[in-house]
């Protein structure tokens, strides 16, 4: 057993994200485990791109109001206490919603060959303001 240090806050990079979102890596592999973890705040309208995990991702919100959406439209909100799993290869998006930060923990495999995140086009204002309609 190996206790972790806590590392720094970090901003995440622009080209990733939408609006300010902070990490603080909880977890990236120790050699003989491919588990990736971060805790992930966002800020009120803000949000991941569009995105896809090769061996899938679990959100685990720990604060606030979110959304995670998929491409074909579907959305679900997510409220402290509640997960959510993304499947492999499943293009979606999350974050807060366009008044509340949402914060949540970020868990996936890494093992495999290639990144285990693939990051694509940014979610749009249109498509972001039709996922938060599902908010209320």
Excluded at 33 to 54: D, E, K, M, Y
Excluded at 101 to 115: E, N, P, R, S, V
Excluded at 118 to 128: M, S
């Amino acid at each position: 057993m190996n206790k972790n240090p806590r590392n720094e806050t970090v901003k995440t990079p622009a080209e990733n994200f939408v609006g300010d979102v902070w990490l603080d890596p909880v977890f990236n592999g120790d050699g003989t485990s491919q588990l990736v973890c971060g805790h992930v705040r966002f800020t009120p309208g803000a949000r991941t791109n569009w995105h896809s995990h090769a061996n899938g991702q679990l959100l685990v919100c720990t604060d606030g109001v979110g959304l995670v959406g998929t491409r074909d439209g579907r959305t679900i909100v997510l409220r402290a206490g509640e997960s959510v799993w993304t499947p492999a290869g499943e293009e979606h998006f999350h974050g807060g919603t366009a008044d509340n930060m949402m914060c949540h923990y970020a868990i996936l495999d890494a093992a495999g060959d290639g990144d285990a995140t693939t990051w694509l086009d940014p979610v749009t204002d249109e498509q972001f303001a039709a996922a938060n309609a599902v908010a209320g």
